[in-house]
């Protein structure tokens, strides 16, 4: 992978939209990788007992799957060297599975310490899921 150059990288540049699925299968495997069981994320019953639509994803594999669209643009997951979001809205996965659309927009480049700003956006089903989210990645 070949990082982004500060050379090539400018106020205003995008990403995107880099779409990535999720499953039920997905959600089943986070939850075995990360140790959070919460029956909201994999029990359909559970979730809509509880006032949710569905199943939802969790969090952090949204903010992850955000992530790696950031990673990839960049150069590499070594390129990012901040990440941060608040977390608006759930990603609602159907039994057919959803999609996560992940885009982003270069708004400041540091050429002091070869770093950009970038703000970056995800939806689901059309609704932004992240809010302020943000990254700051290392360019080459």
Partial sequence: MTARSASK?????????????VGRE???AYADASGDQNPIHQDEEFARSVGLPDVIAHGMWT???AGSAVSEWAGGADRVVEFGTRFT??????????EVVVG?????????????TVDVSVTAAGAKVLGRCTAVVQLA
């Fill in 9 to 21: 990288t400018a106020v205003g540049d995008t990403f995107g939209p880099v779409t990535v699925p």
């Fill in 26 to 28: 997905t959600l089943v």
């Fill in 63 to 65: 903010l992850g799957a």
């Fill in 89 to 98: 809205k759930p990603v609602v996965v159907p039994s057919d599975g959803a």
């Fill in 104 to 116: 982003g927009v270069v708004k400041a480049v540091d050429a002091e310490s070869g770093r950009a």
